[in-house]
């Protein structure tokens, strides 16, 4: 795995050494040498991971993530704090103003190599998210803002798997005052409990006494269900190996022993709040995709999404030797609804007949606006004396019930004409199989509308 790395120090012997380290690794290297240039190399060039010293003059670490992190340009860039500050209160105070991880020098080039390769991936991850929840923003959905405000709200769902009783009590105790805490000291029955509930973030020791914690790990990274549940991993203090191998499996963040009740909060809040954006991302991108096939005053599949998946159909209909008919519909007089009563009378009428049109066809047709006031059925597995059945019900359920609009001021009689053609050779296409219906709807029109015809024989 490449990258783009930005390392800032005032010391050109750490940057030089950083760099080399780096580009041996097929790292692509950039570096500053104060705040300020590391500010704007940060939006210049793009990184993918800063490593970032503490102790500068002018401004320091601490000021240059903190202003990192409030500028929508740099905020998803993970930052790496390199310093030699060793405290536990040095590090809080790095998670807290929105670094990644705090490492102290001198640092293990293996632990550091681990640390930017697992980061660098969680970065790649969110910008694919966040590039198609850019669309979803542009169609009216939640912003990236609005995200990142709602990802820092409300508590968390937290299993800690540790087999050393006292251990395990304090960390709950510690994470208790904003979250809900379940502790599991045998890993197969946390790995049933992860499967089976809802878990926001898995505190997981990898020095389990009575079973594996990296298996354990590994696990939870082979299932979907879990797969994207983030990992804190419990490390021994100088296990440097057994942290490596965690990190590239997959583990988004570690503590050393003895365990600071502090930095436990702060990184599992940091977690936390990652893992909600994630899913609201997730989630808006659904919502977009749903939107970008979907026609938003009925409800009902749009003209682009059929074509593209009827095709599908016609094929497998045509694999199997199996029938497959078309329904092609069109409300009688629309626009004289709309010439006479308005346009949003005239969305009231299409929104209650795609709801009487999905009441009247089963789950696997696929109903679709086709535009205007057009509507298309796909049929699949259908002949079409079954599908003149269901035109029919369908015909009849429009006609019998006037349709109420206009928020309950009016009523008005509605009808429908329907034409119907079925797949007649394998090598057929969408396009012929909607002309001959249209067709059939033509004739339907045109002997007195409020009528279904079948192609000609």
């Not at 097929?26 to 040498?33: E, H, I, K, Q």
């Not at 629309?334 to 006479?340: E, L, R």
């Not at 909607?434 to 015809?453: F, I, M, S, T, W």
């Amino acid at each position: 795995m490449t990258a783009r790395v930005l390392v800032v120090d005032d010391i050109p012997a750490n940057v030089k050494l950083l760099e080399a380290k780096l580009t041996a690794e097929y790292f692509d290297v950039s570096t500053a040498t104060n705040g300020l240039e590391a500010l704007e190399a940060a939006v210049s060039e793009k990184p993918d991971i800063i490593l970032l010293d503490v102790m500068m003059p002018e401004m320091d670490g601490f000021e240059v993530c903190r202003r990192l992190k409030s500028q929508p340009e740099t905020q998803h860039v993970p930052v790496i704090m390199v310093t030699a500050l060793d405290q536990p209160t040095d590090r809080v105070t790095g998670l807290e103003a929105g670094a990644d991880d705090f490492l102290t020098k001198p640092v293990d080039d293996i632990a550091l190599m681990a640390r930017v390769r697992s980061l660098v991936r969680l970065k790649l991850m969110t910008d694919e998210l966040r590039l198609r929840e850019a669309t979803g923003s542009k169609l009216g959905l939640m912003d990236d803002a609005e995200a990142l405000h709602r990802a820092g709200k409300g508590m968390g769902r937290v299993l800690v798997v540790e087999d050393r009783e006292t251990s395990a009590r304090r960390i709950a105790d510690s994470l208790r005052e904003s979250n809900r805490v379940t502790i599991e000291s045998d890993a197969r029955e946390a790995l049933m409990r992860v499967n089976g509930e809802d878990f926001d973030l898995v505190v997981v020791s990898l020095s389990l006494e009575r079973s594996d914690g990296l298996r354990f790990c590994s696990h939870l990274r082979s299932e979907e269900r879990t797969r994207n549940t983030p990992i804190l991993a419990i490390v021994e203090n100088g296990d440097t190996a057994r942290l490596v191998r965690a990190l590239d499996m997959g583990v988004n963040d570690y503590l050393m022993r003895p365990v600071d009740r502090n930095e436990l909060t702060a990184r599992v809040r940091t977690q936390l709040k990652r893992k909600r954006y994630q899913d609201l991302l997730r989630e808006n991108l659904q919502l977009s995709l749903e939107m970008a096939i979907t026609d938003p005053l009925t409800g009902l599949y749009n003209r682009r999404y059929m074509e593209s998946h009827m095709s599908t159909l016609v094929q497998r209909a045509a694999d199997r030797g199996k029938p497959m008919s078309l329904l092609i519909m069109d409300i009688d007089f629309f626009k004289s609804v709309n010439d006479t009563h308005g346009h949003d009378v005239g969305d009231d009428v299409l929104r209650e007949f795609g709801i009487r049109l999905q009441q009247n066809v089963r789950g696997i047709d696929l109903a679709c606006r086709f535009g205007g006031e057009e509507f298309v059925v796909v049929m699949p597995d259908t002949d079409v004396a079954f599908a003149h059945n269901v035109a029919e019900r369908l015909r009849k359920s429009i006609a019998a019930t006037p349709f109420v609009v206009d928020g309950g001021e009016k009523s008005l009689d509605i009808t429908a004409s329907i034409g119907i053609t079925s797949l007649h050779a394998p090598d057929e296409s969408v396009d012929q199989l909607l002309k001959r219906a249209d067709q059939a709807l033509y004739r339907a029109k045109r002997e007195g509308r409020n009528r279904v015809v079948s192609e000609a024989a």
